[in-house]
């Protein structure tokens, strides 16, 4: 689909914004057609502002994927909260700000309208899952009512996993999108590198294949990876902050973490369309998502 109407190239950066688990990946996910964000049920799970290239003929929309906007108790909040900021604040010509109308407005809400009202940074309202809300003209009004900034503000209402959001996004983004250069190639989907995305796929089978306390406190680190003629080869180490969580990861018998490596092998290869040797091990490193230094080093 072609969704330009003149001949001159435009472009634009695009901040997917909201609170966590609002459906910021599924929406950049839907409208590529490709899984580059890691989608689960779990809030937060968006750790890093990862981009999503979209092209077409005269046009390149590039998504900026941000973490949920979450005042949480570890330095690794605080930085992820720091990242969501920073993209709407510069660096970006739109803002998507994405409302779950499933959910009651509270104080992460609140945060989120402040933070996206006071950008000088155009601000597109999507009201998202529509399908799980009995009455989404109600609480589209109730939004508007409660957060007076966007009274002005474009909007769509989607749910952002049904195949039809992408063709309601992308009619609601071309008029606000300026003339600009082509930043990538056209058969570019992401600026990540494949180590990155790699990593991603891992900390996606640990998250819906463990509970409680464990998907928080995992940080997959991709110790090596080499791409040969045959397959991708990778070592990843799975860090951990007890040796609980460790135990957890493992399973009975070493069943869970070669579960995980399964499920996590064949998202890997589905993306690169080869084979790939995967394997993991989990380390504890007590107190990670606390220490600065190791944050750092790992970003």
């Known amino acids: 689909m072609d969704i330009t109407n003149n ?8 901040a997917l914004f909201g609170r966590p688990n609002s459906g910021k990946s599924t929406l950049m996910n839907t409208v590529l057609q490709e899984t580059i964000s890691i989608v689960t049920s779990l809030p ?18 590039v998504f900026v994927d941000t973490p949920g906007m979450h005042k949480g108790k570890h330095t690794l909040n605080e930085m992820m909260r720091e990242q969501a900021v920073s993209a709407v604040v510069s660096g970006v010509d ?3 700000y ?13 945060d989120c309208a402040a933070c996206a009202a006071s950008s000088s940074v155009p601000v597109l309202l999507v009201f998202n899952k529509v399908d799980l809300c009995g009455d989404v003209d109600g609480k589209v009004k109730a939004f508007l009512s409660a957060y007076k900034g966007f009274k002005d503000a474009p909007m769509i209402k989607i749910s952002a996993s049904s195949p039809k959001s992408k063709e309601i996004f992308l009619a609601a983004v071309n008029p606000l999108i300026p003339e600009g250069p082509k930043y990538f190639d056209d058969d570019s989907l992401t600026d990540a590198s494949m180590r990155t ?36 080869e990778i070592v990843a180490g799975i860090h951990v902050e007890t040796q609980g969580q460790k135990g957890i990861i493992i ?11 399964k499920f996590a092998r064949r998202d890997i290869e589905n993306l690169v369309g080869g084979k790939v040797s995967l394997k993991l091990h989990v380390k504890v490193t007590p107190g990670w998502r606390d220490d600065s230094n190791f944050l750092r080093g790992m970003q």
């Open 44 to 61: 937060q799970t968006t750790r890093q502002n990862i981009k999503g290239i979209y092209s077409e003929d005269n046009l390149q929309i």
């Open 94 to 96: 739109l803002i998507c």
């Open 98 to 110: 994405l409302v779950d109308l499933s959910r009651d407005f509270g104080d992460e809400e609140s």
């Open 7 to 14: 001949n001159q190239f435009r472009s634009a950066f695009i």
């Open 251 to 261: 399973g009975s018998k070493g069943a869970l973490i070669d579960k995980i490596k």
């Open 197 to 232: 995305i790699a990593a991603e796929f891992i900390r996606k089978q640990v998250i819906v294949n463990t509970r409680e306390e464990v998907p928080h406190a995992v940080f997959v680190e991709i110790e090596e990876y080499r791409e040969t003629p045959q397959k991708h």
